[in-house]
């Protein structure tokens, strides 16, 4: 069963409209508590603005997909589009928010949450989780915080595809219906697995971060066509 819908926010979050860019003025933003952000989509202009970071990682951690904010003295719910972090993964440097239709479905990754224990493990069986993630097409205002998918009754060598994970009402399965989701697999064919995966891992290839201001530009223009995607739950 999907869980409760949102984190519900006390209170809209209280923007700044932020005039001045560059790494210069965005280094004295952090340093005052604030974060720089963007607000964009619906076709209206993009707007820089700057929020408080302890408000807006609160809301990260909670694991919701829309933030409410109050720009102008208007509120406001939008859509987190996108999280940007420093080079270690840990704070957040940059949040991309989307204006929202409530009448128009948005697609997005919610996480999944294993519930229970398999029946195949007492065989000597161990469940296999494959990814921990679907992604949906659902109404913004709809959007589970995470999704409670019950593994009891998997036996050994059984499997969930993303096709029987349940969905909220509304929403639409966006992944290959026949994504593998989690199995249950004997601990030999486990070891072999991880075996073949150490022989054919590739070296990890580091790319630069981008710039700020890049990837405010470019998150503008992505916000043309199609249903906009939400970011990835935060980090906890």
Do not use: W
Request: hydrophobic content about 35%; aromatic content about 2%.
């Amino acid at each position: 069963m999907p869980k409760e819908l949102g984190h519900k926010q006390q209170n809209p979050i209280k923007v700044e409209v932020r005039n001045e860019r560059g790494s210069r003025k965005t280094q004295f933003l952090r340093a005052q508590g604030k974060l720089p952000g963007i607000v964009y989509g619906l076709g209206k202009e993009p707007v820089t603005i700057a929020l408080p970071a302890t408000e807006v990682v609160s809301v990260l951690q909670s694991g919701a997909h829309i933030m409410e904010i109050a720009l102008d003295g208007k509120p406001e719910k939008m859509l987190i589009q996108d999280v940007q972090y420093d080079y270690l993964q840990t704070n957040v440097e940059h949040v991309d928010l989307m204006r929202i239709d409530p009448k128009k479905k948005v697609r997005v990754k919610v996480s999944l949450e294993f519930r229970g224990t398999p029946k195949g493990t007492k065989e000597g069986g161990i469940l296999e989780k494959q990814t921990t993630e679907v992604e949906i097409e659902v109404s913004p205002l709809e959007i589970p915080d995470s999704i409670r998918l019950n593994v009891e009754d998997l036996e050994m060598h059984q499997i969930i595809h993303a096709k029987d994970v349940p969905f909220p009402a509304g929403a639409k399965l966006v992944d290959y219906a026949e994504k593998i989701i989690c199995q249950v697999r004997t601990v030999k064919e486990e070891v072999a697995a991880v075996a073949v995966e150490a022989t054919t891992a590739e070296p990890e290839i580091i790319g630069k971060k981008k710039e700020e201001e890049g990837a405010e530009g470019a998150a503008a223009g992505d916000a043309k066509g199609g249903a906009p995607k939400a970011a990835p739950a935060a980090k906890k």
